[in-house]
């Protein structure tokens, strides 16, 4: 029968109900979706790069190192000499080394420099390998490989010839049109910035760098050799032993050919969580405002109906209700209302990155959940659900002691 009331009640109030589970809905959207973005956007900065045990850079901050490196969201520093390159890859407590050259650039999209071990020994997420979608690695100094979303966005497929220009980022410098490059494979999606970057040879940077790269027409200069650049700004390295990662480093800081700088990333990608803690507390702080509105906007539309329902709790405490009676009528329609709330937020979050799951991955690399509810997340709605429910206990409490006063005969 209590059920029944509520039910009643709530159609009888049917457009301010609306507007409540609406309010409640925007708070939970806000609150599980910038949880869920946080949530997949540290998974997706910490899986970008798995395996890699050290990273060696000429002499610089750590964290920049850390974003032009693996993310390519800084302008890469001064290069290590090719000689100590070498030095790096016959050192005994080295198993694999990927050297990384950058400087140049396709409509936007960074160029990589780099040789097979690439392809080997890069490992993202939880020890995956890169993989093609299509076609083969370059095999030459005039062959490209793309990352997914570079040809998704372009539209460019195997065959295709695209030249690079000189700049990172920014508007090109100068473009390398006297040494174009054939698109030879597409690597599979892997939701990282390998998807926004094209991938070439040592040997293909080292010859649109030399001998009229500019366009100048000048020979390359004495003792410059075309089959493999002068420097690479960076060299990440697997080791034989994870012991071997601290002694190593300090003996890289050591180096006295040139300066040097190793990062380990993991410890590089606590730095960064640390430093983006203040944006998450900020909008974490944001979502709890807006449940607070919504919850006081819940209390004071029950306030403002109870003067309407006098008769009807009159006539409940008539046929014998008591105080558990009234409150369960009222709590309770608070919990259907905040219910209905979360089942609406939820689902119209679950649309929204269903919808936006392909753009995300192709414009950003961000992999957005496929889930309707994480487990992470029931604390938070398990929450929502009890806030909503005392919201409920003022006016229940206001209805009891106002049909004591009124009896029968509530005053209009």
Aim: proline residues 5%; aromatic residues 6%; positive net charge.
């Amino acid at each position: 029968m209590l059920a029944k009331v509520m039910l009643a009640s709530l159609k009888t109030r049917r457009t301010s109900a609306l507007l409540i589970v609406v309010a409640i809905a925007m708070s939970v959207l806000m609150i599980i979706g910038v949880d869920r973005v946080r949530h997949q956007v540290r998974a997706n900065f910490s899986s970008t790069i798995s395996g890699t045990d050290l990273i060696v850079s000429a002499r610089g901050g750590p964290m920049n190192i850390l974003l032009y490196s693996v993310f390519r969201l800084s302008d890469p520093t001064a290069g290590i000499r090719w000689n100590t390159v070498e030095y790096l890859a016959d050192h005994p407590d080295v198993k694999w080394w990927i050297p990384i050259a950058l400087g140049d650039s396709h409509r936007g999209y960074p160029v990589v420099a780099t040789n097979d071990s690439y392809l080997t020994h890069y490992r993202y997420g939880r020890d995956q390998g890169l993989s093609l979608q299509s076609g083969r690695w370059f095999a030459g100094a005039d062959q490209a490989v793309l990352g997914s979303a570079v040809a998704a966005r372009l539209g460019y497929q195997q065959g295709e010839r695209i030249v690079l220009a000189h700049g990172a980022s920014g508007p090109a410098i100068v473009e390398h049109d006297n040494h174009p490059f054939t698109v030879v494979g597409i690597l599979a999606p892997t939701g990282t910035p390998v998807d926004q970057s094209v991938h070439i040879s040592l040997q293909g940077m080292a010859l649109i760098h030399r001998g009229g790269a500019y366009l100048s027409g000048m020979p390359p200069m004495p003792g410059q050799a075309l089959d493999k650049p002068d420097s690479v700004n960076a060299v990440m390295l697997g080791l034989e032993r994870r012991m071997a990662v601290l002694s190593l480093q300090r003996e890289l800081s050591r180096y006295d050919k040139e300066p040097l700088t190793a990062i380990i990333p993991g410890v590089q990608l606590q730095r960064l969580w640390r430093m983006t803690a203040a944006g998450e507390n900020a909008l974490r702080a944001t979502s709890l405002a807006v449940l607070a509105v919504a919850l006081l906007v819940l209390v004071s539309t029950v306030l403002a109906a109870l003067e309407g329902r006098r008769h009807e709790m009159a006539v409940l405490r008539a046929t014998g209700a008591g105080r558990l009676a009234v409150y369960t009528v009222i709590v309770g329609e608070s919990l259907c209302l905040t219910m209905l709330g979360c089942m609406l937020g939820l689902g119209v979050l679950f649309a929204g990155q269903w919808g936006l799951a392909p753009m995300a991955l192709a414009e950003w690399s961000l992999r957005l959940p496929d889930n309707f509810l994480a487990l992470r997340e029931l604390p938070a709605i398990g929450a929502i659900l009890a806030a909503g429910s005392l919201a409920g206990l003022i006016p229940a409490e206001k209805a009891f002691r106002n049909s004591l006063a009124d009896g029968l005969t509530p005053r209009n």
